[in-house]
């Protein structure tokens, strides 16, 4: 499953990478893109429906630190993005680690900020005391009654993933069950359940015995009553290594002063607290710092081993 899902997106990417080609040979594409309105557009790593409503007050906070028009809009998927912005019909995107790579190998994505956050300790509490960091660990979680304590436990067990593009979803858990002598397509059962909040619920919900998410995924229930024993029914079982953070993306023929300038309107709106509330509910971001595209050649190195399994 995992393979085809990898094929058909990078089959999409290279398709997109001849039509826009093909695209700028036929007229006289002007060098850079400075567009009227910026086309903004997020990921589903959580409820899409949860994302739709902070995404206006993110769209009115970012066009007033930039002076110009904003649309924020939400993909479908990862997918959607990356195909967006290869047509160039979405200038910014808030790209995951894993879809990052991949778009930007192709082209189409360029990293101008990586995000910051708090790291949490076993238990979900962020280490508030401590400097934020720019990247986080993976976490598999699993049902308290389900017995499973180790990466070994889980053979012929479900586990709930956001997505077979997930960094922390996916690729980092495939290549830590490989490491631990599992084959990631046939030993377990993964279940694609649209998100880390869903993939928490699913635990919760007794619909599969663990799930993949990124630590600690399971705080954004903290604040919801209704799931109140949440951290005794859904125990952590082990992190993975360390994973670069997810990334405010351009494409690479938007126009050089406008990528500045959207790099300073996401430090400057982390400033103003109703900025930073905004993008600590969409995706717990906490701040944002440079970056380089080489800080995500780990995960190259994951992507191509997931490729290289004959299993």
Request: overall charge negative; charged content about 20%.
């Amino acid at each position: 499953m995992k393979k085809r899902i990898m094929f058909a997106l990078v089959c999409l990417v290279t398709v997109s990478a001849l039509l826009t080609a093909a695209g700028r040979t036929e007229g006289t594409a002007p060098r850079y893109v400075n567009p009227e309105t910026l086309q903004v557009q997020l990921i589903p790593s959580r409820d899409a429906a949860y994302l739709d409503a902070q995404r206006l007050p993110m769209q009115q906070l970012l066009s007033a630190q930039l002076g110009m028009p904003v649309v924020v809009t939400v993909a479908t998927d990862y997918n959607a993005l990356i195909e967006g912005m290869a047509s160039e019909q979405i200038h910014v995107g808030l790209l995951a680690t894993t879809a990052y790579v991949l778009a930007a190998d192709e082209g189409f994505a360029e990293a101008i900020l990586a995000s910051l956050r708090f790291d949490v300790d076993d238990f979900g509490v962020q280490q508030r005391h401590l400097p934020l960091v720019s990247g986080y660990k993976a976490q598999l979680v699993a049902g308290v009654n389900s017995g499973i304590r180790s990466v070994a436990d889980l053979r012929g067990k479900r586990i709930a993933i956001a997505s077979f593009t997930s960094t922390s979803g996916f690729v980092w858990p495939a290549n830590l069950l490989a490491d631990n002598g599992l084959n990631p397509e046939t030993d377990v059962n993964w279940v694609n359940v649209g998100g880390h909040d869903n993939a928490i619920l699913a635990v919760y919900n007794g619909e599969v015995d663990a799930a993949f998410t990124f630590k600690d995924a399971r705080s954004l229930f903290d604040k919801e009553a209704f799931h109140a024993d949440l951290m005794s029914k859904v125990v952590l079982v082990t992190d993975t290594t360390d994973i670069p953070n997810d990334t405010i993306s351009v494409i690479p023929r938007l126009d050089p002063q406008l990528k500045q300038r959207i790099a300073d309107a996401f430090m400057k709106m982390m400033e103003d607290p109703a900025g930073r509330e905004i993008m600590q509910r969409i995706y717990n971001h906490e701040g944002y710092a440079p970056v380089s595209d080489s800080e995500y050649d780990l995960v190259r190195t994951y992507l191509a081993r997931s490729q290289q399994w004959t299993f």
